[in-house]
């Protein structure tokens, strides 16, 4: 089992910046985010692989957000920056997936409790 703890979210004006983290309880190779917004489906945001070679986004959060982890401490984190209204939404962190599954929710074994972002316009 590996416990995942997100932290970093909040309110912030749209053209703002805000930094998830993800703290894993153990060594996971695969992490990624996903976002929900009310009444929509959980949507990908970003993965990254160990080493950082398989690292993909969002077309919608492309060259705004970027994801990277610090393996010594077992943690990925999320910078949003450029933040819009409609990135609002429950950012949650995921772990344990294979490659082929990155982008699908149902490829994590591993889900964080989420954290809460709200964008004001």
């Known amino acids: 089992q590996v416990q995942l703890v997100e932290s970093g979210g909040g309110l912030v004006q749209a053209g703002g910046s805000l930094r998830l983290s993800c703290a894993a309880s153990?060594?996971?190779?695969?992490m990624g985010w996903f976002r929900q917004a009310p009444g929509k489906e959980r949507e990908f945001v970003a993965t990254?692989?160990?080493?950082?070679?398989?690292?993909d986004y969002a077309d919608s959060v492309k060259g705004r957000f970027t994801i990277f982890r610090d393996n010594a401490k077992n943690t990925v984190y999320l910078q949003m920056n450029s933040l819009k209204p409609e990135d609002t939404a429950v950012y949650y962190c995921?772990?344990?997936?294979?490659?082929?599954?990155?982008?699908?929710?149902?490829?994590?074994?591993?889900w964080g409790q989420g954290t809460q972002v709200t964008v004001s316009s």
């Open positions: 995921a772990a344990d997936a294979l490659r082929v599954n990155r982008k699908l929710p149902t490829g994590y074994n591993y």
């Open positions: 153990s060594r996971t190779y695969r």
């Open positions: 990254t692989d160990w080493g950082g070679s398989t690292t």
